[in-house]
């Protein structure tokens, strides 16, 4: 069993910063690639950032230069800075991860429950 869970998500202003983070734990042997999805009311959920285990990272063209992904191999654990926040990065927030389980040698999709991030006045 493998499970990803998140926090950190909130209320902020815009202009505001907040700080995901999102942890694996379970049966893992090793986990590939680490990112953030978002999914916005009536959106359809779009990647937000990657982070490959080598510590290569892709972003989404909106938030270049607002938002770092970053990953602490040590505990299985990616993080999304998110500074300079726009009404616009409102919505939930999901992480995801590819992970190769102790009980087989296929790598697998795995979904966090979602953190809601909201961005207002």
């Known amino acids: 069993q493998v499970q990803l869970v998140e926090s950190g998500g909130g209320l902020v202003q815009p202009g505001g910063s907040l700080r995901l983070s999102c942890a694996a734990s379970?049966?893992?042997?090793?986990?590939?690639?680490m990112g953030w999805y978002r999914q916005a009311p009536g959106k359809q959920r779009e990647l937000v950032a990657v982070i490959t285990s080598g510590g290569s990272t892709n972003y989404a063209d909106s938030v270049k230069g607002r938002f770092t992904i970053s990953r602490d191999n040590a505990k299985n654990t990616v993080y999304l800075q998110m500074n300079s926040l726009k009404p616009e990065d409102t919505a939930v927030y999901y992480c995801?991860?590819?992970?190769?389980?102790?009980?087989?040698?296929?790598?697998?999709?795995?979904w966090g429950q979602g953190t809601q991030v909201a961005v207002s006045s």
């Open positions: 379970g049966s893992i042997f090793s986990i590939n690639a």
């Open positions: 995801n991860a590819l992970i190769r389980s102790r009980f087989g040698p296929y790598e697998y999709d795995y």
